[in-house]
């Protein structure tokens, strides 16, 4: 079995940029009272954390009758701008979440985060910082 830091290929931030990264992004909202998420605009649930030099992604979930609206783009570029401002690497597993009528299908999932600027880097997905 390879292990999932081994596979972390171009890069690691300091754990202090990422804490502080995770923090100001879980600002942006309120704690989710039913789970370790934090849910921003409402209706956007985004669980984030700290993994191996990165902001890890482990979930962003929008309820089905709020999709197609927006919101998790929204959200998903607050967090990218947060982690290019602290200068942080990001990284997530691109695997859709649901039962088959709401799960966003895992191509459409792969195109939302490559929009971002997140590359499949030997079975996951990362995002470097931009820098300005």
């Known amino acids: 079995m390879i292990k999932l830091s ?4 171009y890069g690691k931030s300091d754990r202090d940029s990422v804490i502080a990264a995770i923090n100001e992004i879980r600002s942006l909202g309120y704690k989710n009272p039913f789970d370790n998420s934090t849910i921003i605009n ?3 649930s985004v669980e984030i954390g700290y993994f191996d030099g990165h902001l890890w992604v482990s979930s962003i979930y929008t309820p089905a009758e709020y999709r197609h609206r927006g919101l998790a783009k929204d ?12 200068g942080v ?4 597993n691109a695997i859709p979440f649901g039962d088959k009528k709401n799960a966003l299908n895992k191509t459409k999932l792969i195109k939302f985060y490559k929009s ?3 590359k ?6 990362e995002r470097a910082p931009k820098t300005y």
């Open 116 to 118: 971002f600027g997140f």
């Open 6 to 9: 081994k596979l972390l290929e």
């Open 120 to 125: 499949p880097v030997s079975g996951i997905y």
């Open 75 to 86: 959200v998903m570029t607050k967090m990218c701008d947060i982690a290019d401002k602290h």
């Open 89 to 92: 690497y990001m990284g997530l």
């Open 42 to 44: 409402n209706y956007v």
